[in-house]
């Protein structure tokens, strides 16, 4: 029989991280690009700003390592291209099939020869101002300015001017720019956290004043305005420990001037993200289809999709998606989101020809084979042993690791891999349906189930808790606590009243009515 990847591949341009200067006419990431719902929000905002008047166009995206960020800049200055160039053409492309109106919004408000003057700069240790000058030198080289000012930023990024005069260049830029028929002036930072922790270590540079300066003249308004898009994995304040009360202080004030906008997609987008990058050379079998079919409804039954995902939208996904098993799939995204870098981490995991990758095992798989979630610990423990975000998930992983070590069995048992799934559910949290219940779990282990179960129980590494009907990781003691609770009710029982017994503990003093009149 034929392997899958001779059917299945994922396409190249979602395997490697954005850089926004070397991709920056990159038309394969530009056509490769899903906007979704945050990213379609924030152009929204882009696009109330593409006018002549004051108004605010300074925005900060703030979102962890991998959650798209650096692609979605790309994305943004690709509709702010020249109207015929490569790249605007496909990012007008993509726009229209998610949001036509929002497309047409665009198209009619940045319709010019010229477009907008990038200029794009990659976070690094080192003075902000220093970097701006020089990427803003680099953009006027190539967009052939008048020799003057050419010359007049050449020498600034030599002299270091004063934070006034860089905004005068600015200016001076947005001027030329505009007398050649250009629309704007983009100004884009990415990981400016790496300058903001340059700062930290050198606050007498006073370099955060730039940022306000910046963000106070983009909201001016002018024939070709400037627009500032900045983007960090945290908060400003996050970079501020080493500050004293007065510092911190002004670099909220600083933050205060951007539209910060958390960048995280919800769970159902970034499955229509990873559908995307999957590529089928050929349909999949009735046999399959009908299977993927049948777990949606399945999913549905135990409301375990995510919010506004119905059964047409996850149907598509799941098929988009093979061999990846529906829950599987459910789980990927928030998984690398607890545990590593977001979409990065995500697309390394569906490219990697390592152990247990996605790609590695489509080489040894035939129609009708399913990834299920077991394997996904194995990748995960094997090429993301330590990269967690927040200490609970960090515990909970060492729950599962302890449980395997204590359940010593063959790694390949079905017990072992049970194991692991409920340990995967336990460590993205329960998310309404999506947890280690008993019906979720016969999707994939059917009629095996509760002997494996059993099995698992009896050793102790799980226990049920029956007021959310899921199974936990136990890594605690031999103790079968649910027995001894059993146990004791049976004693008990027709010997108990909790009536009675609270009446005697704490009995009840009696209300007089006419008291409560007077009162």
Request: hydrophobic fraction near 40%; charge should be neutral; glycine fraction near 4%.
């Amino acid at each position: 029989m034929t392997n899958l990847n001779q059917i299945i591949s994922i396409r190249s341009t979602f395997t490697r991280s954005i850089n926004i200067q070397r991709d920056k006419q990159s038309v394969n990431a530009i056509e490769a690009y899903v906007p979704t719902s945050r990213a379609i929000d924030v152009l929204e905002q882009v696009n109330s700003g593409l006018n002549q008047q004051p108004t605010n166009r300074a925005i900060a995206l703030i979102g962890p390592y991998g959650s798209g960020k650096s692609v979605f800049s790309l994305f943004l200055s690709a509709l702010l291209s020249p109207t015929d160039s490569p790249e605007n053409k496909a990012a007008v492309v993509r726009l229209k099939a998610e949001a036509p109106a929002l497309a047409k919004k665009f198209s009619r408000n940045t319709t010019s020869e010229l477009g907008f003057l990038k200029v794009q700069i990659n976070g690094t240790p080192d003075s902000l101002q220093q970097q701006i000058l020089s990427a803003l030198f680099e953009s006027i080289q190539q967009a052939d300015l008048p020799k003057k000012i050419v010359k007049q930023i050449q020498e600034a990024t030599i002299t270091r001017p004063s934070m006034d005069s860089v905004i005068k260049l600015f200016e001076k830029v947005q001027d030329a720019w505009a007398d050649k028929g250009g629309k704007g002036v983009l100004l884009v930072i990415d990981e400016l956290g790496k300058f903001l922790e340059y700062e930290s270590f050198h606050p007498q540079h006073r370099e955060m004043h730039l940022l306000q300066l910046l963000a106070e003249h983009a909201h001016k308004g002018h024939i070709a305005p400037l627009h500032v898009l900045v983007m960090l994995h945290q908060s400003f304040e996050h970079y501020t420990q080493r500050l004293g009360k007065h510092l911190r202080e002004e670099w909220q004030k600083v933050q205060g001037r951007f539209a910060a906008i958390a960048f995280l997609e919800p769970a159902e987008q970034a499955l229509r993200v990873v559908s995307a990058a999957f590529e089928q050379k050929q349909s999949l079998t009735k046999e399959v289809e009908d299977a993927a079919q049948c777990i949606v409804k399945h999913l549905i039954k135990e409301n375990a999709l995510p919010t506004a995902m119905d059964e047409v939208a996850a149907s598509s996904i799941f098929r988009k998606c093979y061999p990846l098993h529906p829950i599987t799939l459910l789980i990927l995204p928030t998984l690398c989101q607890k545990v590593a870098q977001n979409e990065r981490t995500l697309f390394s995991y569906l490219s990697s020809t390592d152990a247990f990758g996605l790609t590695a095992r489509l080489s040894t798989m035939v129609m009708g084979e399913w990834i299920e979630p077991w394997e996904l610990y194995d990748y995960f423990m094997i090429n993301q042993p330590s990269g967690f975000s927040d200490p609970i998930t960090y515990q909970r992983w060492l729950e599962v690791v302890t449980a395997l070590e204590r359940f010593d069995n063959n790694p390949a048992s079905p017990e072992v891999k049970l194991l692991k799934t409920i340990g995967l559910l336990n460590v993205i949290g329960s998310q309404k349906g999506l947890k280690a219940s008993d019906d979720l779990l016969t999707m994939l282990f059917a009629d095996k189930l509760p002997t494996l179960l059993a099995s698992l129980s009896k050793a102790a590494v799980i226990n049920f808790r029956s007021f959310n009907q899921e199974y936990r990781v136990w890594q605690g003691s031999d103790f079968d606590l649910q027995g001894a609770l059993e146990q004791g009710v049976a004693e008990i029982e027709g010997q108990f009243s909790l009536a009675e017994t609270l009446n005697k503990l704490n009995p009840l003093k009696p209300i007089v009515a006419r008291a409560l009149l007077q009162s």
